[in-house]
């Protein structure tokens, strides 16, 4: 099977359905193709959960959790955050080179503050 953006849908949303059922972007390869990942194969899976979430199809996932169709409005919050921060690595370093103030996009994208858990045996 080739990677299209239906079959990466369809294989998400059969088979790795929720967080604790994301999937390596290698695996998800192998499961669609059948064969190894190499990096024009990988590329190629990016590009089209990129083309899916453009679509507006809830292709979630981070680093630590895989990829999986997302389950609840929980998975689509936590891949949100991760994306926006990733994002605002890079907009932050843009922002730093042409020396303007950072930019602040959480609000415009309506995506709620982050929780910020304490760190163990911090006194309060």
């Not at 955050?81 to 843009?94: F, K």
Request: negative net charge.
């Amino acid at each position: 099977m080739k990677i299209t953006k239906d079959a990466v849908l369809n294989w998400l949303a059969d088979r790795h359905v929720g967080r604790g059922n994301g999937v390596s972007a290698d695996q998800l390869v192998l499961e669609i193709t059948g064969e190894p990942a190499g990096t024009n194969s990988l590329r190629l899976l990016r590009t089209r959960i990129e083309e899916l979430r453009r679509d507006c199809v809830a292709v979630c996932g981070t680093p630590g959790t895989g990829y999986f169709y997302s389950e609840n409005q929980a998975d689509i919050n936590e891949t949100c955050e991760w994306l926006y921060q990733r994002a605002m690595t890079t907009l932050t370093q843009v922002s730093r080179m042409k020396k303007r103030p950072d930019p602040n996009l959480r609000e415009q994208l309506a995506l709620p503050e982050p929780v910020i858990q304490p760190e163990e045996g911090a006194g309060l």
